[in-house]
């Protein structure tokens, strides 16, 4: 299947009314509306993270532009292409870089992108898996690289995973287990505590048990390493608990951007803090990371995670990701027949 310049098909698409009102819904547009871009791509699946539900309310941090395709991530086939390097047929994962952001996303049928944001999909890995992976999988598998990196052994003692009932929290604790980890997950949902105890976790502690006394530069050592998604006094009270050498790897910020710390955990601990950027991140590390999803790291059991919903669907699901009540990863059917 083509899309030719005039054959419309489906995506979701958020526009201004004349009121102002920012709305979200399925609409119908023709390829010439697509930003331009070497490769044409069907999208068979895409998924929803926290910042695509920022995207879908207009947030101009992300949506810099109305009207605004959402869809950090999208999973297809090339149907077109004006670049050497890719051909028809060639199934390929992109996420970040300016997708759903700068530029249109994958809650569409089509998408239109540069070459240098694709990655060739890894044999042994389907397009429906990797979109449950997704932004979120990738950026925990990046997490427990920069753990390995800072040599923090499964030996070495617990790892912390914080928002663990979140995409990258939830991918984390199970990537973290498969490796041989022993994982202490921290989660505002308590009703979840099997669910993450199914997945992996040693330990389900509630949010708040990981905040310690802010006033005091450490805490008592809890942590061997910790993957945090939340920012914040949670990422600064984590850092805080963790013990010599270990690495804290950040990469959110639901629970706040400020970081209350001392300079103490670093120069008397030798801790390290590790940023992660998913939307950033240079293309051969990207080829890398999917590659490792592919292989070793291949998580079975990924459909025990995975909610799906199609284009009309995925409206109902912005306000709960963005009100923290997401449980796992949310799947986007965008080959699946739309009204
Ligand atoms: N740097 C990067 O490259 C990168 C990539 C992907 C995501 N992110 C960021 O990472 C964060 C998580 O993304 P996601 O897609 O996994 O989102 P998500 O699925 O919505 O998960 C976030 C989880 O955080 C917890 N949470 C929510 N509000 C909280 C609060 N006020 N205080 C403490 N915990 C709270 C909840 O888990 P519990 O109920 O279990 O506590 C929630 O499920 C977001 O800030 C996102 O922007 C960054």
């Known amino acids: 299947m083509s899309a030719s310049g005039r054959e419309s098909f489906p995506c979701y698409q958020v526009q201004r009314d004349e009121q102002g009102q920012v709305h979200g819904g399925v609409s119908q547009i023709t390829r010439d509306q697509l930003p331009d871009g070497e490769l044409l ?10 910042k695509d539900g920022l995207a879908a309310l207009g947030h ?13 991530d999208a999973a297809g086939v090339i149907v077109e292409s004006r670049n050497s390097q890719w051909q028809t047929g060639q199934s390929v ?12 996303g994958g809650w569409s049928r089509f998408i239109q992108v540069p070459a240098n944001w694709a990655v060739a999909l890894p044999e042994g890995l389907s397009a429906r898996d990797a979109m449950i992976y ?18 923090v052994e499964p030996t070495a003692g617990p790892v912390l995973v914080t928002g663990a009932t979140g995409g990258v929290g939830c991918l984390a604790v ?14 505002g949902k308590s ?12 330990q389900v502690v509630d949010r708040s ?10 805490a008592s050592t809890r942590w061997a390493g910790v993957v945090d998604t939340v920012g914040g006094a949670t990422l600064a009270a984590a850092i805080r608990a963790t013990g010599i050498n270990g690495c804290v790897t950040a990469c959110g910020v639901v629970g706040g951007a400020e970081l209350p710390l001392s300079v103490y955990p670093f120069i008397l601990r030798g801790v390290t803090l590790a940023g992660v950027t998913s939307q950033n991140c240079p293309l051969p590390l ?10 070793e790291w291949s998580l079975p059991g990924l459909d025990r995670i995975a909610n799906e919903v199609t284009l009309a669907e995925i409206g109902g699901e912005v306000s709960k990701i963005l009100a923290g009540q997401i449980q796992g990863r949310t799947l986007v059917n965008v080959g699946a027949d739309v009204a």
């Open 41 to 50: 791509i069907e999208v068979q699946w895409s998924s929803l993270n926290y």
């Open 60 to 72: 101009p941090g992300v949506a810099r532009r109305l009207p605004h395709v959402p869809g950090i």
């Open 93 to 104: 994962v992109i996420t970040g870089n300016e997708l759903g952001a700068g530029q249109w």
């Open 134 to 151: 997704g932004t979120a999988g990738f950026t925990a598998a990046q997490c427990l690289r920069h753990l390995i990196r800072a040599e």
């Open 174 to 187: 199970m990537l973290l287990k498969h490796l041989g980890y022993e994982v202490v997950a921290s989660s």
């Open 191 to 202: 009703a979840a505590e099997s669910w993450l105890t199914e997945l992996g976790a040693s």
């Open 209 to 218: 048990e990981v905040l310690n006394s802010p006033e005091k530069p450490l």
């Open 286 to 295: 990207r080829r890398e990371i999917w590659k490792k999803l592919a292989s």
